[in-house]
C-alpha cells in the first residue's frame, strides 16, 4: 500500500484514519448484516439505525434543541444556496438579507435572486473579502425572513468570531466549519453544511431547521425541493445517500468518543491555526496571509508568497515532502492550508516547520 500524505485539501478533505480503517473493515460486511451499506435497503432496520444514530450524534454534538429537525438531503450546498428561499420566503410579501463576505455568500445570494427578494446589506468584495463586517456596519430589512450569512468563507478563510448580532434569524451556511466549535443552535432558521470538508464524504448536505420554518414551504413546491415534505419523510421521499450517511456516522462517533465533543476540538483547531499563523506573522513579509487578523479562519488559512513563481516552486516541493494539494482556489491563486478537524497536528507542525526553512532558503 502506498503512504498516505498530509492533504491540505479545501474539499473533498483528509477524513480521520480511524474512520477510513472502520469503514473499510466493515465494508464488506456490517457487523450482523451479511451485506455491505452499499447493498442494503434503506428501509431496513440496519440502516435506520445509522441514520437514527448520526442524527442523534449531531443533536448531541451540537445540542440542538427540540424543536429543531435534522435532514440529510443531496444536491450539496449549492442547491442549499436555492431551496432556502424557495422554502422560506417563497410566495410570500417577504425578503431576505445576505451578509456577502466571501465567494460563497455571494453566491448564495445570487441564487437565492432566482427565488425572491434579497438585499445585500454587506458587501465585502471592494475590500478583497478580508473580513466580516463589524457590528453596525449593516442593519436588517424590515420585511426580511431571515439574515443569511456564510460562517467561514472556505476560499478566502475569513470566519465569525461570534455570531452577528441582529434581530432575525440567522440562516447559515456552515459547510465548512460544522462540528469544528461549539454552536448556538438556537440562533438559527436554518442551519446547513455539506459534508464534504468536515463532516464526512461528498453526497450529503446536513440541514438543521426550525420545525415551525417548515409550514412556509409552499405547497406548490416540487416533493424533492420542499423541506415540509422531506422532513415528514425523515430525508426519505426517495433513496438517501446511505453510504454518505454512513459516514456522516462515523465522523460523528469519532467526534464524541475520541475527540470528546466540540470544546475539545475546538481547542485543538485553535493551537493547529496558531501554528500556521505565527509562521506567517514572523516571516517578516515572507509569507502574507489573506484574512485580516481578526477575522482568520481556523479552518483554511490562504497565504501568498512575494511572487506566483515562488508560489508554484512551495507547492511543488511541498508535495515531495509529503505536504499536498496546498494550491490556492483557482478564483485567487497563491497557496491555501486547509486544516479541518481531521488534520492531524503533526501534519500541520510538518508544513509549519516547511514553511520556516523554505522562507529561510528562499527569502
Ligand atoms: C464547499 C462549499 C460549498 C459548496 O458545496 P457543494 O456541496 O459543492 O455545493 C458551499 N459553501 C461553502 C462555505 C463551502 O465551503
Known amino acids: 500500500m502506498e ?19 472502520k469503514a473499510q473493515e466493515e465494508l464488506l460486511c456490517l457487523p450482523g448484516v451479511g451485506a455491505s451499506i452499499l447493498e442494503i435497503s434503506h428501509r431496513s432496520k440496519p440502516f435506520d439505525d445509522i441514520i437514527n444514530s448520526a442524527e442523534s450524534n449531531i443533536r448531541q454534538l451540537l445540542s440542538v434543541p ?96 461570534e455570531l452577528p448580532n441582529v434581530d432575525k434569524p440567522l440562516v447559515a451556511d456552515a459547510s465548512s466549519e460544522i462540528f469544528s ?54 430525508s426519505m421521499l426517495n433513496t438517501p445517500p446511505c453510504f454518505s450517511i454512513y459516514m456522516v456516522k462515523l465522523v460523528t462517533d469519532w467526534l464524541l468518543n475520541d475527540i470528546g465533543g466540540l470544546e475539545k476540538m475546538a481547542a485543538i483547531n485553535e493551537e493547529k491555526a496558531a501554528l500556521l499563523y505565527a509562521a506567517i506573522d514572523e516571516s517578516n ?40 494539494t496546498l494550491g490556492g482556489h483557482r478564483s485567487v491563486g497563491g497557496l491555501r492550508a486547509s486544516i479541518y478537524n481531521a488534520m492531524p497536528r503533526e501534519g500541520v507542525v510538518k508544513l509549519r516547520d516547511f514553511m520556516l526553512e523554505f522562507a529561510k532558503k528562499n527569502g
Open 66 to 161: 427540540e424543536n429543531y429537525k435534522v435532514l440529510f438531503l443531496q444536491g450539496g450546498a449549492l442547491t442549499q444556496f436555492a431551496m432556502i428561499p424557495m422554502n422560506i420566503i417563497g410566495g410570500r410579501n417577504e425578503s431576505a438579507d445576505y451578509i456577502v463576505s466571501g465567494t460563497w455568500s455571494k453566491k448564495a445570494a445570487s441564487e437565492a435572486k432566482t427565488q425572491g427578494k434579497v438585499n445585500i446589506i454587506w458587501d465585502g468584495k471592494e475590500g478583497g473579502f478580508r473580513r466580516k463586517p463589524k457590528a453596525g456596519e449593516y442593519t436588517t430589512s424590515a420585511d426580511a425572513a431571515y439574515c443569511y450569512t456564510a460562517l467561514n468563507e472556505t476560499i478566502e478563510g475569513v470566519q465569525w468570531k
Open 181 to 234: 466549535r461549539p454552536i448556538d443552535v438556537s440562533k438559527f432558521g436554518v442551519l446547513y453544511a455539506c459534508a464534504q470538508k468536515n463532516a464526512g464524504p461528498a453526497g450529503v448536505t446536513v440541514i438543521i431547521i426550525r420545525e415551525d420554518w417548515l409550514e412556509r414551504s409552499p405547497d406548490t413546491l416540487p416533493s424533492m425541493f420542499s423541506y415540509k415534505k422531506l422532513a415528514a419523510a425523515n
Open 285 to 324: 513579509g515572507f509569507y502574507t496571509g489573506h484574512a485580516d487578523k481578526e477575522y482568520r479562519s481556523v479552518m483554511n488559512v490562504p497565504f501568498r508568497l512575494p511572487t506566483p513563481e515562488l508560489d508554484k516552486q512551495f507547492q511543488d516541493e511541498a508535495k515531495e515532502v509529503g505536504l499536498m
Open 3 to 21: 503512504e498516505r500524505l498530509y492533504n491540505f485539501s479545501a474539499g473533498p478533505a483528509v477524513m480521520p484514519v480511524s474512520v477510513l480503517k
